[in-house]
């Protein structure tokens, strides 16, 4: 069975930095492109970041670009998300979700974790 | 930037009705980039269409997903209570590589 535990949630003032992660079991990570999805209190969903299979290739919204940066571990199986210079627009349920064999969808997603940045 | 817009907002229907939800781009895209999601109340989206027309694992059938060009659809034959939910469309763009998200159809129960 696929599952995606997330972790790293928490409340961070502006200008502060967070890491969140998300450990992948029941199937070949290494294999798999990752990403990040946000959804902000009562609003839609908005792709944040991806990965490619092995790390190399990282990709990033217009919104997060240089001050986000996603990497994983494929020993450790776990994916991260590095969030520095947070910004009160950042305040989100963060989800890490897998790609399916193509890039082109998100087949498994995991349970989402909190992000508040308030003062 | 591909902008994707869902209609109508909000779906009131009963139980045993058939839903049909709209997702129209900005332009042209390939059907094979375009997904659909539901997603319940303090739950992450769950895959329900892929490829705008192929269901994904465990889908019961009474969901159904077609169009092409800028225009496509999800269709509902006859709705569950379960089925009452937020429902999203998402396009992958190869060049830059990114998603985009419609901004949701809420379904409710009439």
């Known amino acids: 069975e696929v599952q995606l535990l997330q972790s790293g949630g928490d409340l961070v003032q502006p200008g502060g930095s967070l890491r969140l992660s998300c450990a992948a079991s029941?199937?070949?990570?290494?294999?798999?492109?990752m990403n990040w999805v946000r959804q902000a209190p009562g609003k839609g969903l908005e792709w944040v970041s991806a990965?490619?299979?092995?790390?190399?290739?990282?990709y990033y919204s217009d919104s997060v670009k240089g001050r986000f940066t996603v990497s994983r571990d494929n020993s450790k199986n776990t994916l991260y998300l590095q969030m520095n210079s947070l910004r009160a627009e950042d305040t989100a349920v963060y989800y890490c979700a897998k790609t399916m064999g193509t890039w082109y969808f998100f087949d498994y997603w995991g349970q989402g974790t909190l992000v508040t940045v308030s003062s | 930037e591909i902008v994707l817009t869902q209609s109508p907002g909000t779906l009131s229907l009963s139980p045993g009705e058939r839903a049909t939800l709209s997702c129209r781009a900005s332009?042209?895209?390939?059907?094979?980039?375009l997904a659909w999601y539901q997603q319940k109340p303090g739950q992450a989206p769950r895959l329900l269409i892929y490829?705008?027309?192929s269901r994904a694992t465990g889908i019961p059938d009474r969901f159904s997903g077609s169009g092409s060009g800028t225009d496509f659809t999800l269709t509902i034959s006859r709705l569950e209570p379960e089925d009452f939910a937020v429902y999203y469309c998402?396009?992958?763009?190869?060049?830059?590589?990114?998603?985009?998200f419609g901004q949701g159809t809420k379904l409710e129960i009439k």
């Open positions: 998402q396009l992958y763009d190869s060049s830059p590589r990114a998603y985009t």
């Open positions: 990965t490619s299979s092995s790390g190399s290739g990282t």
């Open positions: 490829g705008a027309s």
């Open positions: 332009q042209s895209v390939s059907s094979s980039y």
């Open positions: 029941g199937f070949s990570f290494s294999s798999y492109a």
